[in-house]
């Protein structure tokens, strides 16, 4: 049964937030709590721990894991694109997405599936050589070309206002067809990508610690104020003690002090700031793009996609208080599984009103709400918050 369905009947929680008043199946038993499944704390990085942001609407509560082999695009070259007549992505109709899913992937742009710690790459674009960056592991550097894109115009601000010092090292993206990517959580989607930070000239090393003596506040600040300005970033996690150093420059430097109390979390009262402290970021810079593309075309195509096997749906489980009258077989019929399943999970098939047992699901989602990108949060000289042009017109998705 899809999880459109049982979501009206059960109550949705994470092991992240308390669990609210129970829940039940229908004429069935008490929902105690639902838990998402999640790679062991064993192989869990230290990087990423941070939720998704409440405001962006997501699937829920079910992401995509890993996503099956699948023919790619061609990687980005630095060479222009011809001019075809291919009709942009949102102009596809649902019933020619549905069908070019089944009969011909390769020809449909990169897709964004599910969540940067839950999610898939279909039709990734690995990001090419450049003069100004350096890529440390070009295997797993896969996204999208938005986030490529993105990544590129901030490195050429970059080498446009200060000129050459060394090359911005360009770690970890995702992997070709996205999906889990040890030691991280994230990196899934194709979103999300690893940088360095830039130092002086003598101390440049990829993953070198961030500090008074090595970091170049200038050509870094540089880079991060781009990536607010000049693209659809959503998150940028830096080291609190790096965060001090680079507002305490840009405040030098006559930038807006509301506008960095804004986006910075360091010195601020802000709830939702784009640049955040997660343990581990001293040594790089984590950026998450929005893809209003790729993002928009991979909800679009989830249930094909899903049907095509190129996503798998991920398998949690719900905690579930049986009663009398409940057997196996219907509970595994409710939550879309088998009995064979209940019985491994549980060492049993046999069912004791008031005990409780583990139900696993599998969930199905249903169609995502329309993207909605949030206005870009642009200090007072760059137009003060107005929304400047993007990839995609927000009419257009």
């Known amino acids: 049964m899809r999880w459109a369905t049982l979501a009206s009947w059960l109550l949705v ?7 609210a008043p129970p829940a039940t199946f229908p004429s069935q038993g008490e929902l105690v709590v639902q ?26 509560p079910v992401a995509v894991a890993e996503a099956a082999a699948v023919s790619t695009a061609e990687a980005v070259t630095d060479e222009p694109s011809e001019p075809t007549d291919e009709p942009p992505s949102w102009a596809l109709s649902d019933e020619e997405l549905g069908r ?11 897709m964004s599936v599910g969540k940067p710690n839950a999610g898939a790459l279909v039709n990734g674009q690995r990001m090419p050589e450049g003069d100004h960056y350096e890529l440390v592991d070009p ?8 986030t490529i894109g993105y990544l590129q115009r901030a490195i050429a601000v970059v080498e446009e206002t200060h000129g050459h010092v060394h090359p911005l090292w360009v770690g970890h993206l995702s992997r070709e067809h996205g999906g889990r990517f040890r030691p991280h959580r994230s990196h899934q989607s194709g979103r999300d990508v690893d940088v360095s930070y830039y130092y002086v000239a003598e101390q440049a090393e990829w993953y070198r610690p961030a500090v008074a003596g090595t970091l170049d506040l200038s050509r870094t600040w540089t880079f991060v104020r781009a990536l607010l300005t000049e693209t659809d970033v ?13 507002k305490e420059h840009a405040l030098s430097v006559g930038e807006d002090r509301e506008w960095l109390d804004e986006v910075f979390e360091y010195g601020s009262r802000n709830l939702e700031p784009i640049i955040r402290h997660t ?6 810079i ?22 095509r096997q190129v996503i798998k749906p991920r398998v949690y489980t719900v905690r579930y208080r049986a009663k009398a009258g409940d057997s196996v077989q219907t509970l595994a019929q409710l939550a879309g599984t088998s009995p064979a399943t209940f019985e491994k999970l549980n060492g049993t098939g046999d069912l004791q009103p008031g005990q ?16 909605a990108l949030p206005a870009r949060r642009l200090p007072p000289a760059d137009g003060g918050g107005g929304v400047r042009a993007r990839g995609v017109a927000a009419g257009d998705l």
């Not at 070019?100 to 990169?110: A, G, T, Y």
């Not at 409780?356 to 599998?362: C, F, K």
Request: charged share 25%.
């Open 356 to 371: 409780l047992y583990t139900v696993p699901m599998r969930g199905t989602v249903s169609p995502a709400p329309a993207l």
């Open 35 to 60: 838990v998402a499944t999640a790679p062991p704390a064993s192989e869990q990085g230290p990087n990423d721990k941070l939720a998704e942001p409440a405001a962006f609407p997501h699937r829920a």
């Open 139 to 146: 295997d797993r550097a896969w996204g999208t070309p938005e």
């Open 13 to 19: 929680t994470t092991a992240c937030v308390a669990p």
């Open 279 to 284: 343990w581990g970021h001293r040594t790089h």
């Open 100 to 110: 070019r899913v089944r009969e011909d992937l390769p020809s449909l742009p990169p």
């Open 286 to 307: 984590h950026v998450r793009f929005y893809n209003p593309e790729a993002q928009r075309l991979g909800d679009r195509a989830f249930d094909a996609l899903a049907a």
């Open 234 to 246: 959503e998150l940028i996690f830096i080291d609190r003690r790096v965060q001090k150093m680079l």
